[in-house]
């Protein structure tokens, strides 16, 4: 199954800036996610955007589908110090027999500097 | 309290041993799955599942195995078939398999000593 690629892999800015993550894929997607991670935990859904949709929004949260390039964009507006975490995107397919899967890429670490 | 649980939160075990990791949802999802993810690494998918008795083998399903005979539960084994499984183990559970998002267990650490 394909996996998004995530750039880039690291990304440090300063408090009140915006951070700005790209994820790539190859094949057909029926949605793509974002999560989000803390070091040494579980994940966290950040926002779901389907294959049909361009742009979607939630607070400070931004993403951009562009399915001709294959790509999705996260923005993150005015980053706090709490931002910091690692961020993924995670592809869902349909993978046959009534079934999906859900593949995560290597994510971005973001360090949001006080 | 809704939600999905992981448990133990660290599991020791020895080389040759067989080990079971629990994961339990009382969220009343279809869609349950397992992940691996090693350090600085990403998630990578080893099974997954969308109704009870039935489950597909992801990316890196070679030395585990899973079960789904209750719609709450879907219990992965690591088998001494896995070569190198020390590893993060995250389990997660969506409605559905379609429009949904997923929801996380806080994982399982598993050393092999």
């Known amino acids: 199954s394909q996996q998004g690629e995530e750039d880039p892999q690291a990304l440090s800015i300063q408090e009140g800036e915006n951070a700005t993550m790209n994820c790539s894929y190859k094949?057909?997607?029926?949605?793509l996610q974002w999560y989000r991670q803390n070091s040494g935990r579980g994940l966290v859904h950040l926002i779901l955007?389907?294959?049909?949709?361009r742009e979607k929004h939630s607070g400070r949260l931004r993403v951009t589908l562009d399915t001709s390039k294959k790509s999705s964009s996260l923005l993150i507006t005015a980053s706090r110090a709490a931002d910091t975490a690692s961020y993924f995107c995670?592809?869902?397919?349909?993978?046959?027999?009534?079934?999906?899967?859900?593949?995560f890429g290597k994510g971005t670490k973001l360090s949001v500097i006080p | 309290d809704g939600g999905i649980t992981q448990s133990p939160k660290y599991l020791f075990r020895k080389e040759g041993q067989n080990v079971t990791l629990s994961c339990e949802q009382n969220l009343n999802h279809d869609a349950m799955y397992w992940y691996r993810q090693d350090p600085g690494q990403g998630l990578r998918l080893i099974y997954y599942?969308?109704?009870?008795?039935?489950?597909q083998k992801g990316d890196i399903a070679e030395g585990y195995s899973v079960s789904r005979e209750k719609k709450e539960s879907f219990p992965l084994t690591v088998t001494s078939a896995q070569k190198n499984p020390t590893a993060f183990y995250l389990c997660?559970?969506?409605?559905?398999?379609?429009?949904?998002?997923?929801?996380f267990g806080q994982g399982t650490r598993l050393t092999v000593v």
């Open positions: 997660a559970s969506s409605i559905d398999g379609g429009h949904t998002e997923a929801f």
């Open positions: 094949t057909s997607i029926n949605n």
């Open positions: 955007i389907r294959s049909n949709e």
């Open positions: 995670a592809l869902k397919a349909y993978s046959g027999a009534g079934s999906y899967q859900l593949t």
């Open positions: 599942s969308q109704i009870v008795n039935d489950f």
